[in-house]
Each structure stands twice: as structure tokens, then as C-alpha cells.
């Protein structure tokens, strides 16, 4: 019988107790870390993500540079996923994909073969069909890897090494940009123009005092891959650099057109024969893709919220040209721009967060002086690491082109040695007071490099080598020289980016937007005349034409009329409800009369139990009077009761068992406020007594004992009151003396004239 002492441990020992939350906080913050450093936050120093940097480093590898020849995308994804980054082919191909687009990236660092996806939103074919290699913006930003300027990490298997970051020249962050959300953070930068980059980092560099100011006068804002505009104020972007914090209004660009005198303009307007005209887009908002664009127009036109606007045709090729045709010559295209700008995506907003890792890898918000001062000191950095890596190599071969020199000059003494001595390398360190490294490689040089012509070369190699040694001595004990050094080659790398090359010339126009023309949109809705009939249920319907108003409309079994008014189809018609709160909704937006029409709680958010008091056509500075069940009111400004959302707006505040239950308008010829109450009191005051208000419950106009309010209504005192007279007739009785009732607000009235409505009720 064998018996074990090795026992399988149990795996329960390896349990840790420890309290819920405190173990869940801490992988969190792990993982919190991990996405904020290793993925969604670009690094300062080269402005790229862990999973661009590896796609270029791999790219590098396979030696995939400008003068090569393409590679299968899915090579490259291959290497990517297989060697440096453990995540998803699709993922890593989509970066791939971005960096070769030229509407996506300012300047790409991948030059694709194939279809990499279009500016209207196709998507790219699969990897197996394209191909790809570095653009010399690429390889300008690696440059320097092979000269010992950045530290070398192993990969996630411990296979491979990659490179921490990219040490070339090239200010990738703010050229081409960068948008991530991490946890708790977020980072969006738009691309920029590299020579004016350049430009503020040189006045930067001359002047480290510099004001953001003076930075800004170089530096003028955001150049996107795809132009347009950006139409805030300098002030505003100033600001937005300088906190690090900001949005831009980015504008489409319409085609320039000549002017009758021969000059350009930005209009987009093209002349076509007989006075027509036709408006041309040239230019989108950036990460906007066209298709979208034209579907959202042609929606409006569809919908008939944009009745100016006939007919929109894409008619791009490797331009862009969207047509847009006017309803009629006489349209006016500014109105036509201005509509297009609020009710499209023509203007967009573009958030600034220039929320980086610096050179600790710690995140933060900087301002655009700090960020150009901390990328500066990370070039630096990197020009002394590249000095001292370059210093150790002369030094290394001077001291070999030392031993060649000494062999030279005693060359008969050193081919003696090596036919006569079993060990030719000790006698040779011992005669001539070699190194190690010099006696192996003089006993490693090929016999026809033994000329005489050779000594004469390593002695001129020596020289230039002690002259380039000195030059980098001095180059790292000076700060100034430093400095020159990072300004000439900023100033070698402008050149290639300048204003006058296709790839430099700044595509985004900086100008402050010009003053907006006042428009309306109900304006450019068909005016026609309708009739609104609201039902004591709430359905909302509008009849073609102006009918009678005591018409025979039909309504659903057990509803009936509540209100029905005259209105144009321009028209806003505001809804009152007795809680108080306003509704506002579009007369065009109504349904048709053929049916019952519909419910009014499908247009506009009202409560379950509130109910509608008062339904009429929006009329611009008019005055209305508000009065609640309790006899306190004021007069509002219709102007202050239109309401932006479905939501409504709340105008008079009501508490329990008190409601909105008057609203009328106030003629501008009427001068006193008459209220009636249910225990058939009657006051009547001056208007000017009833204040003004935008929301709240009021003062008091008349004064209770039992019950509350029965009714309200404004009149001219010297025409008197008039009300209708009950029966057939219909014939309404006017009393003109109303010195009895007429009184300071807030009494409690008298009885009213005799022959006055039993249901306390004025009859106007």
C-alpha cells in the first residue's frame, strides 16, 4: 500500500473575507485607471491611444512605409491583435480605418488602397479587401525610435517590446485631434492647422512669459478635416483655449459664387436662367456624414416644416455638392440659410476638452499655453535622450576608428603577430595598449579593407566625429542651444505643412457669424384659414375655412362642443388648464375635421385630472386676465405664456381645492376690471389696480365671506356693462352708471343691477 503526504489543497483556504462594497471599490478603481491610461485618454507627448500607437508600430514592423508596397489590412489587424493588442479584430481595424480617412483625420497617418468608407457614412469593406501603409505624416511622428528617445515596454505576453510613446516632431495631439470617454472623464479636441501650431510653440519657446493672448493672435482655433466654418466670437474661443473648457459652432460651408463686379463671395447662391437661383453646400460640419445631412433635409421638405424649400439632390463626386432648390426666385437665401442652420445639423456644436496624460501618465484639463509648454519640455527631453543615445555611439566608434588608426600605422608589426601567435589578441592588447573591443575588431577587419587610402578616411571620420562629439557636449550643457535645436527643426517640419501645400492650407474658417436674420418659422408655413373645435373631452380637430362657430359639428357619443374659434393656419393657439398651466400648439399641427379629430393629451403633457378652461389663438402683446376660484388674479403677457415644450408652462399657481377659472383678453380700449362673485356681489375697480405678472397666484380682486369666484371681465366704465337678456329675443340690456359698484380692489361688492344673469354670469 503507498500512501501520499502531497495533499490537494483546498481551494476554499484561498477565500478572503472582506465587506462587499470595499472589495467592489477597489477592482473598480483598477478598472477605472486601467480605461482612463491604457485606453481612452491620448497621451501629450504623441497624442495617440495605446491602440493607435500599437497599429503604427506594427505597421512600422512590417516595414510598411511611404516608398513600400501595400499590405492586406488583415495582415496588418493580424500582427496587431496577435502581438501588442489582446482585443477585437473589428475594433482595431475601425481604428485602422479612422486613421486613414481623410474626413476623418486632418492629417492621416494611414495611406488605405480600397474602400475605407465615405464621408456619407458607408462603412469600410472588410479587411480582407483592403490594403494599407504609413503616410510620411506617420513616419514623421516615429521618428527617432531607433535612436534610443522613448523606453521600450514588453507586451502584454512579454514576447514582444513596444514603444511607451512616438518621439517624432510631429504635434499629433492638436493636429489631429482626439475625442474618448473614460470613467468619470472624457477627453475632445478638435485637429488644427500645423503650421500655426508651430507658429505659437515657437512664440512659446522665444518666450516663455508669453500671454495666452499672444498665443491666440498665431494659433486662431480649430481646422477641421472636412472645412466649414466656425462662427463663435475670438473672445469665446480665446476662452475656451485658455480654460481648457469649451464648445465651437461649426457651420457648413456654402460654394463661393461671383458677384456681378467679378469678385467672390460665400454666398452658395448659383445663378441659374430666367431669375432662378439654386443654393450649393460645399462644405459640411466635421464627423457629420452627407447622407444624413440630406436625409434630414429632405424630411423637412416632406413634413412641410420648411415650405421654402422645394427639392434637395446630392450631386457629389469626390466634391462635395449638395443642391438645394428654392420653392420659388423669390425666396430670400439668407432666410433659406439661416432656416437650414436651426433646423438641421448645418451647425453643430463641437466640444474643446483638452483633457490629456501628461509625461506621468496622470489626466488633466490644460490650457493651451500649458499644453504647448509641457509638449515642449517633453521634445526637449526627448532631443537629450537622442544626444546622450548619439554620444554613446561615437564614443563607441571612436574608439574603435582609435584602434583601426593604431593598426594602420603599425600594420606590418600587426600581420606579424597574427601568422606567428597561436593567441594573436593578448599580444596585440599588450603591445599597443589595446582595448578588448579594438584587438577584435582589427582581427575581424576583411584584408581589402587593408589600403592606404582607408587610413586617410578613418582619420577624417575620427575628426568629424570629435567635432560632432564637442557640437553634443555643448548641446546638452546648454538650454539655449536646446531650444535653437527644437526651433530650427520645427522650423524643417513647417515647411512641409505650410500655408501654400494642399495638405497645410487651413481648411476651417475662423469669422465671427455675421448678425442672424430675424426670422419666424411659422412664417414660412402656408396661411390659410381654419376653424378650432376643442370638445368637452379634449379632441382637437381644425376645419378647413372660417365656418360658423354654432355650426352642427359631430362629436363621439357623450361629448359635446367646449370651444370653437377662427384662426390661421400660422396661428399658435394656447390652451389654459384649470391647474394653472399653459399649452401651446401649432394650428397646422392639427388634425383635419373629416374625423372626431385627436385627443389634445397626444400633442401636449396634461395631467389626468386637470381640464381645459380656456382655448385661443396666440395674439403677440396682448394681455390676458387671469382669475383663479378665489377671487385672486392679475393680467399676464401673452408673449409670457407660450410654452417651448410639450410640458407646458406654469403661469398661475394654484394650491388644492383652489383653480384657474378665468381667462380672457383685455381689449386695449377697456379701463376697469368687473368681478362677480358666487353670493351675487359685485365689484368693480380700476385696471390699473391689477398688476402684471409672469406667474403666481395673484392679489386678491374681491373679497369672500362664503363661496368664491363666479366670473370676471374687463370693460370701459363710460360704455357701461351690458349683458344678454334670457328668452327668445336675445336682446342685451346695457347699464351705463356704474359709479355704485365701482370701488378699491379687494372689496366685497354689492348686489348688481337688477335684471343681471341669475348664473352670475357675464354675457359679452
Known amino acids: 500500500m503507498v500512501t501520499t503526504t502531497n495533499e490537494e489543497a483546498d481551494p476554499f483556504d484561498a477565500i478572503i473575507d472582506a465587506p462587499f462594497d470595499a472589495a467592489l471599490s477597489e477592482r473598480y478603481l483598477v478598472y477605472a485607471l486601467s480605461t482612463i491610461t491604457a485606453r481612452s485618454l491620448p497621451d501629450l507627448r504623441d497624442g495617440l491611444k495605446p491602440v493607435h500607437r500599437r497599429l503604427l508600430w506594427a505597421m512600422r514592423q512590417l516595414k510598411l512605409d511611404p516608398a513600400s508596397a501595400y499590405k492586406k489590412s488583415a495582415r496588418v489587424v493580424g500582427d496587431v491583435i496577435g502581438k501588442y493588442h489582446p482585443h477585437g479584430d473589428a475594433s482595431v481595424y475601425d481604428a485602422m480605418v479612422r486613421l486613414a480617412q481623410d474626413f476623418s483625420l486632418r492629417y492621416p497617418l494611414v495611406e488605405g488602397q480600397g474602400n475605407f468608407g465615405n464621408i456619407d457614412g458607408d462603412n469600410a469593406a472588410a479587411y480582407r479587401y483592403t490594403e494599407a501603409r504609413l503616410t510620411k505624416t506617420a513616419i514623421q511622428l516615429m521618428a527617432g525610435l531607433d535612436e534610443g528617445t522613448v523606453d521600450f515596454i514588453p507586451t502584454y505576453n512579454g514576447e514582444e517590446a ?53 498665443l491666440m493672435e498665431v494659433f486662431r482655433g480649430p481646422d477641421f478635416a472636412t472645412g466649414g466654418l466656425v462662427v463663435d466670437s475670438p473672445e469665446a474661443i480665446s476662452h475656451a483655449y485658455e480654460t481648457g473648457k469649451g464648445a465651437f459652432r461649426v457651420r457648413g460651408r456654402f460654394s463661393t459664387g461671383r ?43 416632406g ?37 437650414l442652420y436651426k433646423l438641421t445639423e448645418l451647425e453643430t456644436r463641437f466640444s474643446l476638452n483638452l483633457n490629456v496624460l501628461d509625461s506621468h501618465r496622470t489626466p488633466g484639463v490644460l490650457g493651451l499655453k500649458l499644453l504647448l509648454s509641457e509638449w515642449v519640455y517633453s521634445q526637449i527631453d526627448i532631443l537629450l535622450r537622442r544626444t546622450r543615445h548619439r554620444l554613446d555611439k561615437i564614443a563607441a566608434r571612436l574608439e574603435l576608428v582609435a584602434g583601426y588608426i593604431i593598426a594602420y600605422l603599425n600594420l606590418d608589426r600587426i600581420i606579424e ?4 601567435e597561436d593567441e594573436p589578441k593578448p599580444v596585440m592588447i599588450a603591445e599597443f595598449e589595446l582595448t578588448d573591443r579594438q584587438a577584435e575588431a582589427i582581427l575581424n577587419m576583411r584584408l581589402r579593407s587593408l589600403r592606404r587610402l582607408e587610413e586617410m578616411e578613418l582619420r577624417r571620420e575620427h575628426e568629424a566625429l570629435l567635432k560632432e562629439q564637442d557640437d553634443l557636449t555643448k548641446l546638452l550643457e546648454s538650454p539655449a542651444r536646446q531650444r535653437t535645436r527644437i526651433k530650427r527643426d520645427l522650423g524643417a517640419l513647417r515647411k512641409d505643412y ?42 382637437i380637430r381644425a376645419a378647413r375655412g ?22 390661421q393656419t400660422t396661428d399658435k393657439i394656447l390652451i389654459a388648464l384649470d391647474n394653472g398651466r399653459f399649452y401651446t400648439i401649432g394650428a397646422d399641427k392639427l388634425p383635419g375635421a373629416r374625423g372626431f379629430g385627436e385627443p389634445i393629451r397626444t400633442m401636449v403633457d396634461i395631467d389626468a385630472e386637470a381640464h381645459v378652461v380656456a382655448a385661443f ?103 357701461g356693462l351690458s349683458w344678454t337678456m334670457g328668452g327668445e329675443s336675445g336682446r342685451t340690456r346695457t347699464e351705463k352708471d356704474m359709479q355704485l359698484w365701482k370701488v378699491a380692489r379687494g372689496a366685497a361688492g354689492r348686489l348688481p343691477p337688477v335684471g343681471f344673469p341669475r348664473d352670475n354670469k357675464f354675457q359679452s
Open 498 to 539: 505650410a500655408e501654400d501645400t494642399e495638405l497645410g492650407r487651413r481648411r476651417t474658417t475662423i469669422a465671427q457669424a455675421a448678425r442672424t436674420v430675424e426670422f419666424s418659422l411659422d412664417a414660412m408655413i402656408e396661411k390659410e384659414p381654419v376653424t378650432v373645435i376643442l370638445s368637452q373631452r379634449g379632441w
Open 162 to 214: 513596444e514603444p511607451e510613446i512616438f518621439p517624432g516632431l510631429f504635434p499629433n495631439l492638436l493636429a489631429n485631434g482626439a475625442t474618448g470617454i473614460a470613467v468619470g472623464m472624457a477627453t475632445s479636441i478638435p485637429s488644427h492647422n500645423v503650421a500655426e501650431i508651430v507658429d505659437a510653440t515657437l512664440l512659446l519657446i522665444d518666450n516663455p512669459q508669453a500671454e495666452h493672448s499672444q
Open 417 to 420: 603577430i597574427i601568422r606567428t
Open 259 to 301: 458677384n456681378p463686379d467679378g469678385s467672390w463671395e460665400e454666398t452658395g447662391v448659383e445663378k441659374l436662367g430666367g431669375g432662378q437661383w439654386q443654393l450649393i453646400i460645399s462644405e459640411i460640419p466635421y464627423m457629420l456624414p452627407k447622407g444624413k445631412l440630406i436625409e434630414q433635409i429632405a424630411a423637412l421638405i
Open 546 to 567: 372660417h365656418v360658423p362657430l354654432d355650426g352642427d359639428f359631430k362629436f363621439k357619443e357623450g361629448d359635446g362642443p367646449a370651444f370653437a374659434f377662427h384662426a
Open 303 to 339: 413634413d412641410r416644416k420648411l415650405p421654402i424649400l422645394e427639392d434637395v439632390r446630392d450631386e457629389s463626386d469626390e466634391e462635395i455638392r449638395i443642391v438645394l432648390v428654392p420653392k420659388s426666385r423669390n425666396v430670400d437665401p439668407e432666410l433659406l440659410k439661416q432656416s
Open 617 to 719: 389663438p396666440y395674439r403677440p402683446k396682448a394681455q390676458l386676465l387671469l382669475v383663479s376660484s378665489i377671487g385672486r388674479g392679475f393680467a399676464a403677457e401673452a408673449d409670457e405664456l407660450l410654452a417651448e415644450t410639450r410640458k407646458g408652462r406654469s403661469v398661475m399657481s394654484t394650491k388644492p381645492g383652489v383653480s384657474l377659472a378665468v381667462v380672457r383678453e383685455i381689449p386695449a380700449e377697456h379701463d376697469h376690471v368687473a368681478v362677480m362673485g358666487e353670493n351675487r356681489k359685485l365689484v368693480i375697480f380700476s385696471l390699473e389696480e391689477l398688476p402684471v405678472m409672469s406667474k403666481g397666484q395673484g392679489v386678491t380682486l374681491q373679497r369672500y365671506r362664503d363661496g368664491g369666484m363666479a366670473d370676471a371681465i374687463t370693460l370701459k366704465l363710460e360704455e
